[in-house]
Each structure stands twice: as structure tokens, then as C-alpha cells.
């Protein structure tokens, strides 16, 4: 009776350690079927047709949400949607599942220069290097879309919406 409680919490702390290392599954272990959504996606982004792309990738995701290449492949067909912001998000999820993966990064620091954080994108360009430790291809086209740079209508609208220096303010109303 006295070792009853002890028993119970052993019992239970054993249960829950064999049930959580029976449901997770290794990286390199993704479905099949997810994977083949995501090959099908990626011949539909190539296509040009992003509709079908996104529904493909999404699908490959409900079937494994561990999938990192799916969340790298959405994020492609939204930057080229024009939407670096759900971009980042999506490579975000990637990075997640695998921090160090260059190609991740390199397209999150391209979305980042998409959307007009050059300095973020190029703390993401000294990770790639240091990863990757030659030149490799995710190093290579950021430091490119970084050389370009943001679109010239984020460049006008980061420069109507710059503050002046505390002190330097204009002001149209006269002071009475």
C-alpha cells in the first residue's frame, strides 16, 4: 500500500515516454505521398500555374506536417505571388523543423530583401556562409537579390515613411 503512489507515477511516466517516442517519426521518414505532393507542386509552380502549386502543397502538408521541403516550395509560390511577408512565415515553419538548412535561409533572406529588410537578409547571408563553408547556391542568389536590392516601390515607400531626428521636425501648422 505504501509503494502504491510510487508505482502509479513510475507506471505513468513510463506509458507517456514509450507513447511519445512511438509517434514521432524522424526526419527522413517523411510519407511518400506527401512527397510526391510536393514534387507535383513544384512542376505546377514551374508551370506558372500558383493556384495549383498552393493547393499541392498544402495537400503534401495535411499528409506530413514534418514536410520541410513543402513549407520551403509554399513559400516559393508566394514570393512569387508577391508575398514575401506569408513567405517569411513559411520559411520560418521550415527553420523550425530544421534551423540549419541553407536553403531555408536563403530564401528567407530573399523575402526579407522582397519586403525591404536588407540588414535582416544579410544576417541570414552570414548564416548560409557559415554553413554552407564554400560558395553554394542559396549564398549565391541572396548575395544577389541583396546587391539588387528591395523593389523600387518598397524603396519609395521606406523613404516617405522615414522620421526625421528628434529636433528636425517640420511643421506646416504655424505656432500662435
Known sequence: MRL???AAALSLALAATSS????????DQINPRSVAMVQAGEAARRAGNLDAANDALETALAIDARNRGAYVALARVAQAQGLPGKAIRFYREALSIEPNDPAALGGQ???MVQKGAVERAKANLAKVR???KTECAPATQLAAAIAKGPPPAVQ???AATK???KGQETSTVKPQ
Open 109 to 111: 533572406g530573399e523575402a
Open 156 to 158: 519609395t515607400a521606406q
Open 130 to 132: 557559415t554553413l554552407c
Open 4 to 6: 502504491s503512489p510510487l
Open 163 to 165: 522620421v526625421p531626428p
Open 20 to 27: 511519445a517516442g512511438l509517434s514521432q517519426k524522424p526526419d
